[in-house]
């Protein structure tokens, strides 16, 4: 009886660990969608004059995506050993927070109505997320 105490409380455990692993990951997964989606029609219409609001709000909700972001933790963190946890963590939010200042550099040129500017600044929006996947994506 005690024995299969014990194994329902674990199964139980396990079960608790891979739901939260498994909503953590399709949350962050989910914006990152929405900043794949975003960033791809960004770069398409940032040069347009006449879209000039439609593009801040556009980088308005980019900048959403990366605080909502910021407080999901990416998948790799299970496979970090304890003790390095809270600096992966610390260097994961610190990236986010790069995006999003490399986001309201583009907002302000998009304001400023400096489109050619705001185009090149999604340059670096790139290279962020390519450091971004190397360092925190798991394969
Ligand atoms: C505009 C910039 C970015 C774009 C367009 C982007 C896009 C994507 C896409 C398309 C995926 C795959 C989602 C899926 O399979 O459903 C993904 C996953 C992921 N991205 Fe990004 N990403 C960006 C920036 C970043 C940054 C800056 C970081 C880290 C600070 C990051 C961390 C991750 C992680 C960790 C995953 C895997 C999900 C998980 O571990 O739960 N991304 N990203």
Known sequence: ???SSLILALTLVASTQIMKAEEG??????QMKILAKGTRQLSQQVTDTAQQQSSI???EKLKKAVQDSKSIDPRMVETIPA????????DYRAQMDMLSDAFTK???????????????????????????????KQD
Do not use: C
């Open 1 to 3: 009886m005690k024995t």
């Open 25 to 30: 990951n399709s949350l962050l997964e989910r």
């Open 57 to 59: 709000d556009l980088i």
């Open 83 to 90: 003790a390095d946890k809270a600096k992966f963590l610390t």
């Open 106 to 136: 583009i907002e302000d040129a998009v304001k400023a109505g400096n489109y050619a500017k705001a185009k090149s600044l999604l340059s670096s929006v790139n290279a962020i997320k390519r450091e971004g996947h190397e360092k925190f």
